[in-house]
């Protein structure tokens, strides 16, 4: 099974990583000569094509004139991640209901930047790898586990029972993200844009943090507090 991927940084870091490319095709009068000459150098066959028809692969997605066709992205397992991650602290996210593909990507790529060890979403209701995800991942997608699981409550449950602490991200009845010690396997639980946790999911958490806001907006986008909080677990284990 193929998938559509598209953007500068995406197919450059497909060249980077030696992933196989089934076709790939470019903008006519493409200007990036830096990746032009990769593609040369590797070898990698092209066609090159008008914007409509760049447009219509990428179902009208910011292609930046380069589209590629390749294996599609596998999800992990995740017994078998948990099983092989080798650290003293584990670290894990869990997204639930969240749906937007650019907040996928962004996360993606501040996981890979804090050296967490696997993300977790739902089957449904939730956003999936898409293309999207990939190129706003820049990459990412490639080093991030992803794991789909049909129910995460009974999955946190699961975790619980292997050790793990479940830490939520609530806006009330939470302490400040800069008070609790990191220090212990993680799984750390972002909601959704709208609507935050689902109760079921509230439930299973050992804890709750928010992140101190002084202004007029009541809340951050999903990625940013992701970011701040991981920044924080980050922080609090290099200490």
Known sequence: MTQIVFGKNV????LHDQKEIHNLWILEGFKDKELLSLIYKQKVSF????????DELASGGNHQGI?????????????ELVATIDKEYPLLVMLDG?????????????????????????????????????KVSTGAIDYVPVCQVTNLASTLRDLKQKGYWVIGSDMHHAQD???????????????????GMSEVVKKQCDLFVS???????????????????LYGIYTNRNR
């Not at 993200?177 to 609507?195: A, C, H, Q, R, T």
């Open 67 to 79: 589209v590629a066709e390749i294996d599609a992205y596998k999800y992990a397992n995740l017994h």
């Open 11 to 14: 197919v450059r870091q497909l």
């Open 177 to 195: 993200y800069s008070k609790p010690d990191y220090k212990m396997p993680i799984v750390l639980v972002i909601g959704s844009e709208g609507f």
């Open 98 to 134: 969240l749906e937007d593909p650019h907040n996928l990507g962004a996360i993606l790529r501040t996981c890979d930047a804090v050296g967490v060890d696997g993300i977790i979403i739902g089957k449904h209701r939730s956003v999936s790898l898409t293309p999207t995800v990939a």
């Open 211 to 229: 992140l101190p806001m002084v202004g007029h907006v009541t809340s951050l986008n999903a990625s940013v507090a992701c970011a701040v909080l």
């Open 47 to 54: 066609k090159n094509c008008g914007r409509k028809k760049l």
